[in-house]
């Protein structure tokens, strides 16, 4: 038997027929409508005469469609390409013709993120539902390789283009199970799918639960008021969330908190980028039954480690030792990895995914990190974000983690601008918290009890918020660009 992102539906639909999937507000699924459903999309891509191995783009936010028509592009053979609703018509132009994406799946409430479409488009909706009531319920179970693509899924492109990340079957059905044994997703468990289904983490843990026999319910829109309803009132046991999720959270203030029922919260997950340490105590203390994870990983490699609820407060900014099934080495800082969960390459671009791996078949995502003498690994930096100024090299992740400790800081973001004498020089953006006005130069006074002098910001400017792409990573190619635009106009 190969491994399928279609098979865990496939086995529930038979086992647990009337347990229920996918809740969406007031609609829901149960694991025999979702197994039949999904079929219906199968039969319905090859009417239109797609052939296996063919790729089919999705355009949808997180709803109840997102399981069964990734299960059913499965089911038919062919291979999804996520879409980004938030992207601009000329990224989506790009991503539609290098992934070669011969049909579309869209919510036309998207549909502004188009310039052009393929030939066969199916609309979410009313002509939707249509086409499903006409179609055969009957799975065509096409064999797929368990190591051929179930997806190809673009990168944000911050060094460039963004690259197609091929992703097999094996990799993501192996990461479902794991899911559930470490974050409990799987039989009678109930998560929320916060995270947007479209990026790779947010697909993996929205996913997760209906693969293993849980339910899963889908937060529309980001909202962290809505976010709290929905665990109080489908008493989810299980969420992932990126540290962005915890700042809004923590400025909802702890009587929004408390004003609800979260007895059923057992165990959060983070993930997409370091939670800062003062952020981390502040999940653990406001939800002191609630076992914390924080994971890394990549689009690219998939799981890397985890820091598990028993090492939470005494390893305070490590992401943990290696997941399940995965090897890693250290290479002149550059943390690389070995497992079942790395992608097959980046789609038509060999060199690429040449350059990123090892001879033996280690993968890095560009990360530097530390190992301390029990193992465990903490992120010091992205290899690109490293400052050097007069020489020395300079971790971001440090000056930001100092600033994040002073009294009203929310978050800030640390990057290298260019400067003739130094080469770089240290400028943060810092997030103020609601209410609080801060001083440059209480913040620089705090960073001299801490930091050695070329480590000091040097320019510090507060923001309301810092750029994000969908996983929730800060984008600091904005903040570079954005500084220079305005260097460029004074």
């Not at 100092?402 to 640390?414: D, I, K």
Request: a negative charge; charged letters at 25%.
């Amino acid at each position: 038997m190969q491994l399928s992102i279609a098979s865990g539906i496939r086995e529930l639909a038979a086992a647990t027929p009337r347990v229920v999937a996918v809740v969406d507000g007031e609609r829901s699924l149960t694991y025999a409508a979702l197994g039949d459903r999904s079929s219906r999309v199968a039969t319905t891509l090859l009417g239109l005469g797609l052939r296996p191995g063919e790729r089919v783009a999705v355009l949808l936010g997180n709803r109840l469609e997102y399981a069964e028509v990734a299960c059913g592009i499965a089911k038919a053979g062919l291979v999804m390409v996520p879409l980004n609703p938030r992207m601009t018509p000329a990224e989506a132009d790009y991503i539609l013709g290098h992934s070669g994406s011969q049909a579309l799946i869209m919510d036309e409430a998207h549909g502004g993120s188009l310039n052009e479409r393929p030939a066969r488009v199916l609309t979410v909706g009313a002509t939707y539902e249509r086409a499903l009531e006409r179609a055969s319920g009957s799975d065509p179970r096409v064999p797929v390789d368990e190591r051929d693509p179930f997806c190809v899924a673009y990168t944000s492109g911050t060094t460039g283009r963004p690259k197609g990340v091929m992703i097999s079957h094996r990799s993501r059905s192996l990461t479902f199970y794991g899911s559930a044994l470490e974050w409990g997703l799987g039989p009678g468990r109930r998560s929320i799918a916060v995270a947007p289904m479209y990026h790779g983490a947010g697909f993996a843990f929205g996913y997760a639960p209906v693969h293993t026999g849980g339910t899963v319910s889908m937060l529309r829109q980001w909202d962290p008021e809505r976010l709290l309803d929905m665990i109080e009132r489908d008493r989810a046991q299980s969420v992932f969330l990126v540290p962005t999720h915890a700042h809004m959270l923590r400025a909802l203030g702890e009587t929004a908190i408390k004003s609800r029922d979260l007895s059923s919260l057992d165990t959060l997950y983070f993930n997409a980028a370091a939670l800062p340490g003062p952020l981390k105590a502040w999940v653990m203390d406001t939800f002191p039954g609630v076992g914390v994870h924080e994971l890394y990983g990549s689009t690219e490699a998939g799981i890397i480690t985890n820091c598990r609820p028993a090492d939470a407060r005494r390893k305070i900014g490590s992401v943990g030792t290696p997941w399940f099934m995965t090897e890693i080495r250290i290479i002149d800082g550059e943390l690389f990895s070995r497992s079942p969960y790395l992608m097959n390459g980046y789609l038509d671009d060999p060199v690429a995914s040449a350059a990123c791996r090892t001879e033996d078949g280690f993968l890095t995502s560009g990360d530097i990190v530390e190992q301390d003498d029990e193992g465990y690994i903490t992120i010091v930096d992205r290899k690109k974000d490293m400052i050097i100024s007069g020489g020395l090299n300079i971790a971001p992740r440090e000056v930001e983690e100092v600033l994040a400790a002073f009294p009203g800081v929310a978050e800030a973001a640390v990057v290298g601008l260019p400067d003739e004498r130094w080469g770089e020089t240290v400028t943060a953006f810092v997030v103020p918290m609601a209410g609080v006005a801060l001083a440059a130069e209480q913040l620089t006074a705090h960073c001299r009890g801490s930091l050695s002098g070329p480590k000091i910001p040097r320019h510090i400017e507060f923001v309301p918020a810092l750029p994000r792409n969908a996983a929730g990573k800060i984008l600091k190619r904005e903040l570079r660009r954005g500084d220079e635009c305005d260097r460029m106009s004074k």
